[in-house]
């Protein structure tokens, strides 16, 4: 049975550090666009990284630029998330998902994205 849990969520600080981590069972990651969402309360959900099938490119929404990075870590078959200097506005519920296509291109649109897991709270906050 395919599933993708996210870990790595908490409480932070204002400008610290949060590593979050998508896993996948019953399912290989490789080749497979993987996507970053989050959702804070009384918004929509909003696309924040996505890495390519192939794992060469990725998108980063410009209200995280420069202080999140999405990569691959194959041997792991997990794709994380790292967040620097976080913000309160960053605080939301963070959710990982896999497009079923091979070697897609990835985009932030949750529309492209077949599977989703539980998602993680994030809560950014002194």
């Known amino acids: 049975q395919l599933q993708l849990v996210e870990s790595g969520g908490g409480l932070v600080q204002p400008g610290g550090s949060l590593r979050l981590s998508c896993a996948a069972s019953g399912f290989i990651l490789d080749y497979h666009s993987i996507g970053w969402f989050r959702q804070a309360p009384g918004k929509e959900r909003e696309g924040v990284s996505c890495?390519?099938?192939?794992?060469?490119?990725?998108n980063v929404a410009d209200s995280v630029k420069g202080r999140f990075t999405i990569s691959r870590d194959d041997a792991k078959n997990t794709v994380n998330l790292q967040m620097n200097s976080l913000k309160p506005e960053d605080t939301a519920v963070y959710y990982c998902?896999?497009?079923?296509?091979?070697?897609?291109?990835?985009?932030?649109?949750?529309?492209?994205?077949?599977?989703w897991g539980q998602g993680t709270q994030v809560t950014v906050s002194s």
């Open positions: 998902a896999a497009d079923e296509r091979l070697f897609s291109v990835c985009v932030l649109s949750s529309g492209e994205y077949d599977f």
């Open positions: 890495i390519s099938g192939s794992g060469d490119s990725t």
